[in-house]
């Protein structure tokens, strides 16, 4: 794999930068759900509890794409397993299916197909 992007070189350069913007972009959507559901929390009786694991994940997909960004591989692994938890925590616990998650997923896997696979060999 190292001979087939043997002229990359671990600058960030734009197609890098604006994938990332993405995926922060769509986990920010998801965000801005899980907010919208705490403020009417009440009127749709979902417990308080909930919400300190939900954006405890949050945050986790936040963070997983900005150590992606300094090129750590642990972001990489972490990314999709916070948004498949984000995903399935909201199926079961509430039977909302969020199309920010499935959006997300699939614009991490044309991500890592064309801007962190090129990469990888800069990431530790």
Not at 22 to 29: K, N, P, V
């Amino acid at each position: 794999m190292n001979d087939n992007f043997a002229n990359e070189s671990p600058k960030k350069d734009l197609g890098f930068v604006l994938s990332l913007a993405a995926l922060i972009l769509f986990s920010l959507m998801g965000v801005g759900i899980d907010f919208d559901e705490f403020s009417q929390h009440q009127e749709i009786n979902i417990p308080n509890g909930y919400f300190y694991f939900i954006f405890l994940v949050d945050l986790l997909m936040i963070l997983s794409v900005f150590i992606i960004y300094l090129y750590k591989k642990i972001g990489v692994y972490l990314f999709p397993a916070a948004v498949v938890i984000h995903f399935m925590s909201h199926t079961y616990f509430l039977s909302t299916f969020l199309y920010t998650d499935v959006t997300n997923l699939f614009l991490y896997i044309t991500v890592g197909m064309f801007a962190i696979l090129p990469k990888w060999q800069f990431f530790k």
